[in-house]
């Protein structure tokens, strides 16, 4: 079920779209359903559902959220729609004014060593800043903030504690709540599926919050 909702967070309000069918369904592109046989001895009818990323349903049927707004994206370049085009891309060719990056850990390309710091940089094409959020700062500062109408949110991972993602989009949030800035989450179905598996961490040896095995397929 598609759908649009909002949290409080602090003072500032917060926007999160869904953008999938539903965000435990495996990460194939059709989910198939059974139907029963009408007749003893017949294999059962399938049906095939299709599932769409976050980036698909913001273009697509949303794209009025982020029409004349400033907007800071929270991504890397996993992020890719449908035919594998990064949502970067896809938003840019929308006209969706991209006006700072930021990146999570391994950084904008996904490049860099898990734990590895990095920095922040500018994009020599477009003279974007590209702010990390896995060096000197794991939280936007108001500097990195100021200017922007709206944050995105779409940070593919496998839906495991062990992937900070969802960390650094708490922190996002966090950063976004008191200047009143809305953050829309771009979802994906989970390719762990959706049951929450594993214990949970405790001090002093926690780093993140959650169970091994989260819900969600996007941070």
């Known amino acids: 079920m ?20 539903a965000c435990a369904a495996p990460a194939s592109v059709a989910r198939p359903t059974v139907s029963p046989a009408p007749v003893f001895g017949r ?17 697509t049927d949303s794209l009025a959220l982020v029409r004349g707004r400033r907007v800071g994206f929270v991504t890397n370049l996993a992020a890719v729609d449908a ?37 922040s940089a500018v994009d020599s094409a477009t003279q974007t800043p590209i702010y990390s959020l896995y060096g000197q700062n794991v939280r936007p500062t108001p500097a990195m903030l ?54 949970s961490s405790t001090p002093p040896s926690r780093r993140w919050w959650v169970d091994s095995r989260c819900r969600c397929g996007t941070a």
């Open 2 to 21: 598609q759908g649009h909702g909002q949290s409080r967070l602090g003072k500032g309000w917060m926007l999160v779209l869904l953008g999938v069918s």
């Open 43 to 59: 294999a059962p009818a399938v049906t095939l559902t299709l599932v769409r990323p976050g980036i698909e349903v913001l273009l």
């Open 83 to 119: 035919e594998g085009v990064s949502a970067i891309a896809r938003l840019r060719s929308a006209g969706v004014n991209l006006v700072a990056l930021f990146g999570p850990e391994h950084g904008l390309a996904a490049t860099a060593a898990p734990g590895e710091k990095v920095a």
């Open 146 to 199: 100021a200017g922007i109408d709206l944050l995105l949110v779409d940070l593919p991972d496998v839906g495991s504690r062990y992937y900070t993602y969802l960390a650094t989009t708490v922190e996002v949030m966090k950063a976004a709540a008191p200047l009143g800035i809305p953050v829309v989450i771009l979802d994906r179905p989970n390719p762990l599926g959706g049951a929450v598996q594993g214990m």
